[in-house]
Every structure is written in C-alpha cells, then in structure tokens.
C-alpha cells in the first residue's frame, strides 16, 4: 500500500459538493499522497482546512469548464510528475465506493488493462436502488455508446470512477475530449486507437441527499449528437485512415446497396403506383435482392467490428 501511495494520483473536480468533498477527500488519501482538487468555479467554496494538507493540491479554475474540463486540468498537473504511473478520476459526491480503488490500481501497475472502470449494472441489488429515470438513461447509453466506442464489451460508460495507465494518458490529445458530461465517453473512444485494454469492475453506486448537476432532460439529445459524432469518427479513423480491410470492403458494398435497393424501390412504387398500376416483379426482386443483399453485407461489418473489441476484462 506504501509504495501506492506514491505512484498514485487522483484527480477531483468540485462543484457544488461542499456537504460531500472532506468525506472524499478522507477517503482518497488512504489511498494517494497526490489529491489534486479542481474548483470549477462553484459557487460553494471549498474547505478550507484543504489549504494545509501537504498532500492536496487545489487548482482554480477562473471559469467553470465542466466536469471534462476540470477534470483535463488535473490529468495536466499528475502528467509533470515522473513517478506517478495510474491517475484515478474520483467524483466530489461521495457516490464511488473507495474501497475498490486497490483493485483498481493493481490492475493498471500488473499491466493486465490500461484502463479500469466501474460497472454499476452487474449488481442486480444495487441497480434496482438506482433511480428508475437514471437507470433507463444510462442502459439506452450505453448501448449507443458500444457502437460509437468500439467497446462492445463494455457496458455503464457515463461511470465517473475510473483509472487510467499515465503513459496512455499522455498518448491521447485531451484538447479532443469534451469539457461536459460526455468526457468519459470521450475518453473510452480515444483509448480505442491505442488498442487499449478495459477492465471493468461490478460496484454499486451510492445514492444519498446530493444533487446532480446534470439537466436530465437535454442529456439524451447531446449524448445521441455526440454518440453519431463520435461513430463515424472512429468509423473513418479505423476503417478509411488507419486501416483498409475486410470490414471496409463490407461497409463501402453494403451501405450503397441497401439504400440503393430502398431509393429504387421507393421511386418505382411510387411511380407505378401514382400511375394505377402494378410494379413489376422483376422490379420488385431487383429492389429486394439490392436491400437484402445490402444489409446483409451490414450485419457483416457490424460482425467483424465487435471481433475487433480491444480485448477487455470483466471482474466481479
């Protein structure tokens, strides 16, 4: 544990948690000397007994940045110090249970994965204690979300407790990542041209009196925005740029073809029909043949990209 202490960093952005953040700070220095608190200009102040623990460092931003941003201004400090090799993302709420953070670090220190997650949906007990709204918003996500990443193994990617391997931090442009509640997500798909690989551990989440920040109502229409950007980004990158492959071959035959077979069927049913009359069959086949043939080809891309998934583990 001694010598963890020292090779660990974690990083807290606040923001309105003056109820929560000594409770977590407490926690987080059994496990790191390096506490680096980012004050995203919250209208609660920090503590100020924080000023006087030699193991905390606090960073003022002169204007909020979201929970990205803050959080890029810690991995930016921990990246100037040599000795440390994992830097944990911890939330200021107190919802992460602290104690898997060991877990967490041996990961990353026995080189088995680059990046250590939380799993909130493997504990059947703790998912029903989730909030019902909470819960479908956060399924339908991460759905969306295997296909924009490329991590279909994966699964709860909106998780804020995480850590990550400091040398593929510092491979990853985190000028890229966004500055807003999508950072995670952004993160995850970053570490998917490095090949890197994702653990995920089952721990519930913690549920008490604080409140989220999060405006429930815009979070489904921004994430599907940048879940689409972020897929045909790294459709492009893995397929066009990086890459040329069997999967490129099904995806420039398959897409063409099905829309074709809907654009020629489409045209000609409504020709014939605005003209009372029946469409040929040969027509008709042709269309059928173009759609099914098409999206055959589809199914075959979306087949080999889950055989690529970076190779990931899952522990209970």
Request: hydrophobic letters at 45%; charged letters at 15%.
């Amino acid at each position: 544990m001694a010598s963890q202490l020292n090779v660990t960093g974690i990083v807290i952005p606040y923001y309105n948690a003056a109820a929560q953040i000594q409770l977590v700070v407490q926690k987080a220095l059994v496990y790191s000397n390096f506490i680096v608190i980012i004050n995203d200009k919250s209208p609660q102040p920090l503590p100020a007994v924080f000023n006087s623990i030699p193991q905390i460092i606090i960073i003022e931003n002169s204007e909020n940045l979201g929970v990205g941003g803050a959080t890029k201004r810690g991995f930016e400090y921990l990246q100037q110090l040599e000795n440390i090799k994992v830097v944990i993302k911890l939330d200021a709420d107190d919802q992460m249970d602290t104690s898997y953070i060991p877990k967490m670090i041996d990961a990353i220190l026995s080189g088995e994965s680059q990046f250590v997650k939380g799993n909130r949906f493997r504990d059947f007990k703790a998912l029903k204690e989730m909030p019902a709204l909470r819960r479908f918003g956060n399924l339908w996500l991460s759905f969306l979300s295997k296909a924009a990443t490329g991590y279909w193994n994966c699964f709860d990617f909106n998780n804020g407790f995480f850590a990550i391997d400091s040398e593929s931090l510092k491979m990853i442009d985190t000028t890229s990542l966004s500055n807003n509640y999508y950072f995670e997500t952004s993160l995850i798909a970053a570490l998917y041209h490095q090949k890197a690989s994702i653990e995920e551990i089952a721990m519930p989440a913690i549920y008490g009196d604080e409140k989220s920040n999060m405006n429930l109502f815009k979070m489904p229409l921004h994430f599907s925005l940048n879940l689409l950007k972020t897929f045909f980004d790294r459709i492009w990158k893995s397929y066009f740029v990086y890459d040329f492959n069997i999967g490129t071959i099904y995806l420039l035959f398959g897409f063409p073809l099905f829309l074709g077979g809907v654009v020629f069927g489409g045209y000609n049913w409504y020709h014939y029909s605005s003209a009372n009359q029946f469409t040929p069959l040969g027509t008709i086949m042709i269309s059928a043949l173009l759609i099914i043939l098409g999206f055959q080809l589809i199914l075959q891309a979306i087949q080999f990209d889950i055989f690529r998934t970076p190779k990931s583990f899952e522990n209970g």
